[in-house]
């Protein structure tokens, strides 16, 4: 783990993360696993986990440079443990945490089921208060690490119907900044991203034709993000150059959120 910069020239600019260990949720497909990519790329060991352990082995071959899959369901405090053990104990510890696993369930307020709602807060925000938890016990042990937590627009503005998905994400950011605050003094930053739509295949997917093109019409840059440039902003995040960015959210949304 570094040490803090005692003057400029010590400030790390790199972006490199060598000889760290990096455990992605939802790292097998979408942002997560352009994250990791990225992340592998810049030299760091990657713990792919997720709920689908095949696909996660995949991906961990896919990068190689030690990479390894764990299977974890966020949702469940006993599933996560069990992971964040597991990963432990094969990489020696996690210097990076990037919190990635969630989903989107859709309907009008009226209309969105008890069960959609659970299940949405379930992995969303209480996944990420549980991976946190797990594996910045062993960051304090160690004495630093780096948190970046997916959140989302939909965590600042309102959009039709994503009541549960909205809520989830302001949920995020309420938790990043409570972390941020407890553990910022120990040795570990928590910081927070905040997409907009993102090409990755689902979203490609759900927002083609008529309805893509009237959501980029308003967005400033006019277009879509792309899963890299997600992974950009976790790679800012979790390296050096970010060691005095701590409680933030980084908003990746083409400036759609400021109108």
């Known amino acids: 783990m570094s040490t803090a910069p005692q003057s400029d ?8 993360l060598d000889g760290r260990v990096a455990l992605v949720t939802g790292g ?8 990791a990519e990225v992340f592998a790329d810049r030299g760091a060991r990657i713990v792919v986990a997720d709920l689908k352990l095949d696909a996660a082995r995949e ?7 030690g990479a390894f899959a764990v299977e974890v369901d966020v949702s469940s405090p006993e599933s996560v443990r069990t992971a964040v053990e597991e990963a432990v104990a094969r990489a020696g510890r996690v210097d990076v945490l990037v919190n990635c696993a969630g989903i989107v369930d859709l309907a009008p307020a009226e209309e969105l089921g008890e069960r959609a709602w659970e299940r949405t807060l379930a ?3 209480s996944g990420t ?3 946190s938890q797990a594996v910045g016990r062993h960051m304090l042990a160690a004495g630093g690490g780096k948190i970046v937590n ?16 909205c809520a989830s994400k302001a949920g995020v950011l309420g938790l990043t900044r409570v972390l941020a605050s407890e553990w910022g003094g120990r040795g570990i930053t928590v910081n927070a991203i ?6 990755t295949e689902l979203g490609r997917k759900a927002w083609e034709g008529p309805k893509g093109e009237a959501a980029k019409a308003q967005i400033p840059t006019g277009r879509f993000a792309l ?16 060691d005095m960015v701590n409680g933030a959210d980084l908003v990746v949304d083409g400036g759609y959120t400021i109108r």
């Open 9 to 16: 020239a010590d400030v790390d600019l790199g972006l490199r």
């Open 28 to 35: 097998a497909s979408g942002i997560g696993s352009a994250i």
């Open 59 to 65: 991906r961990a071959e896919q990068l190689g440079g």
């Open 123 to 125: 992995i969303n925000l």
């Open 129 to 131: 208060f549980h991976v």
């Open 150 to 165: 997916m959140a989302s627009q939909a965590a600042t503005v309102a959009l039709d119907g994503h009541a549960a998905y």
């Open 194 to 199: 905040s997409p907009t739509v993102v090409l």
């Open 227 to 242: 899963p890299r440039e997600i992974a950009g902003a976790a790679l800012f995040l979790a390296s050096g150059a970010a």
